[in-house]
């Protein structure tokens, strides 16, 4: 955990930004695999934690706005939990670690919540994502989880402060990524011709578990880029694959980190691969060097996609005007997904409340309807403070070829009798983590190599 202080200065500023009321927050369950005592690695919510700090399961907490009280609900162990588990820190301990002097036992939430309600205050409450907490909160507000309406002040409160980045959030952050920097370096030593995709994620695994760290999220490592989100791990690799990997490491205190890189089995790209990388590594470097404080982030996304179309048309795949392509969004063939997303304690952060305050505006909205747009998590104006990805990527997917073939769809912009011979190219992505700072941007985390002569060089040198 951060300091008392740190956990008292978030909800004293939180609780400026909400005029009167109650917040509540409900930490996370441990969730059950196949039967209720047989679970899935816990993981504490990340609002929770940045305010209390407590990765423990089955507490809650509430903020007394009109009372000036904090209080966490959790119980004690009894002897039948200590005989299971041995003795463990108090609840009670684990709240003065984070400033709250007032515990009390769970079942007393909801008697408080419906006093609270008796009296005309309004229950602030966030998006419930755990079927769980979407049950207990109908039970404590006696409602049906359908009637669940969450506060929107208390989103973009949230929201306005958990985006920008505290030092101490940057350094956790820098911990993921120096972990993770060196699983991809790993991942690179490993992949060998007539292994699995899987001995390379248990390779990264095994590695952050030794520095005290989880997964941010489940790894892909494919053979098959052009799955966005692929979690088949049994292919075997084979002379002229790429693999895509995409993993980053989890702190134990909850921070992510969040790359990508792409390289070939054997010691060198092909030439239509090295090729189609350097298109995505120039739309990578362009992007890059476009954040500031006050720019858009649909902006460099389609910034972005200008500059892989300008590659593609350079090497036969596209043609036409860039400008009026990625206009028609032409690139959308090649370029599916968003250009990076807002990156902390969630790996996509805060997406659980809701992409429509964390990523865009009343002002300008998300664009939920536009093949491309409507799967690019950023676009608002960014801010000192923000820590996010850059991800560029070319994904050649036979059945999306074969739909928009089939239509003639943009044939204008789109060679699909030169695109026939790279259906089974597969994927590239690059992806790298920045702050947004006053002058522009930096770097998080040790720079990983991204060049093609750097990684051939690494691959040739290192192959275990």
């Known amino acids: ?44 919510d990340s609002t929770f934690l940045y305010y209390f700090g407590i990765p423990a399961p089955y507490l809650a907490a509430i903020i007394d706005i009109d009372n000036d009280k904090t209080i966490i609900f959790g119980n004690e162990l009894s002897i039948d939990d200590i005989v299971w588990t041995g003795q ?51 039970e404590l507000l006696q409602v049906s989880p359908k009637e669940i309406n969450p506060s929107v002040p208390f989103i973009k409160a949230v929201v306005a402060q958990r985006s920008i980045k505290e030092n101490q959030e940057i350094a956790e952050i820098e911990k993921a990524l120096a972990v ?56 075997f690799l084979k002379e002229g694959d790429m693999i895509l990997n995409d993993s980053g490491a989890e702190t134990a205190m909850g921070y992510a980190a969040d ?23 120039k739309a990578f470097e362009a992007a890059r060097e476009r ?15 200008r500059h892989l179309v300008e590659g593609l048309v350079a090497v036969g795949l596209m043609k036409g005007d860039p400008e009026e392509a990625v206009q028609a969004h032409a690139h959308t ?18 997406e659980d409340l809701g992409e429509q305050y964390v990523g865009y505006t009343e002002q300008e909205p998300k664009d939920t309807s536009t093949f491309g747009l409507k799967s690019l998590r950023l ?20 059945e999306l070829i074969d739909m928009w073939k089939k239509e003639n769809k943009l044939s204008q912009f789109i060679n699909y009798d030169l695109l026939e011979s790279y259906r089974d190219f597969g994927g590239i992505r690059i ?26 060089n690494y691959r040739t040198n290192h192959v275990q």
């Open 1 to 44: 955990m951060f300091s008392v202080q740190t956990y008292q200065s978030r909800r004293s500023a939180l609780q400026k930004q909400i005029s009167s009321g109650v917040l509540l927050f409900l930490g996370n369950i441990e969730n059950p695999i196949n039967f209720e005592h047989n679970t899935y690695p816990f993981r504490q």
């Open 333 to 350: 063939l090649f370029f599916q997904c968003g250009l990076g997303h807002m990156m902390g304690l969630d790996v996509h952060d805060m």
């Open 88 to 138: 463990q820190e108090s609840l009670k301990d684990k709240s003065l670690k984070c400033g709250v002097q007032e515990t009390l036992p769970f079942a007393q939430l909801a008697s408080y919540l419906q006093q609270a309600k008796k009296s005309g205050r309004t229950i602030h409450y966030l998006p419930p994502y755990q079927s769980s907490n979407k049950l207990l909160l109908g």
């Open 379 to 398: 676009g608002r104006e960014l801010q000192t403070g923000f820590v996010l990805t850059v991800e560029p990527g070319i994904y050649i997917i036979p």
């Open 259 to 281: 790359l990508t890189r792409t390289f070939p089995v054997s010691g060198r790209f092909t030439a239509r691969q090295r090729d189609l990388y350097n298109v995505v590594l």
């Open 291 to 305: 954040l500031k404080p006050g720019i858009k982030f649909k902006d460099v996304h389609l910034l972005a996609a």
């Open 180 to 235: 993770s920097t060196e699983m991809h370096l790993l991942a690179m030593r490993t992949a060998q011709v007539g292994t699995q995709e899987r001995h390379m994620a248990a390779a990264i695994q095994h590695y952050a578990y030794d520095h005290n760290c989880n997964f941010a999220y489940p790894p892909i490592v494919t053979v098959h880029g052009e799955i966005l989100h692929n979690a088949y791990q049994q292919n």
């Open 431 to 456: 992806e790298d983590n920045f702050l947004i700072t006053n002058e522009g941007f930096r770097l998080l985390g040790p720079e990983l190599i991204k060049s093609v002569e750097d990684i051939e």
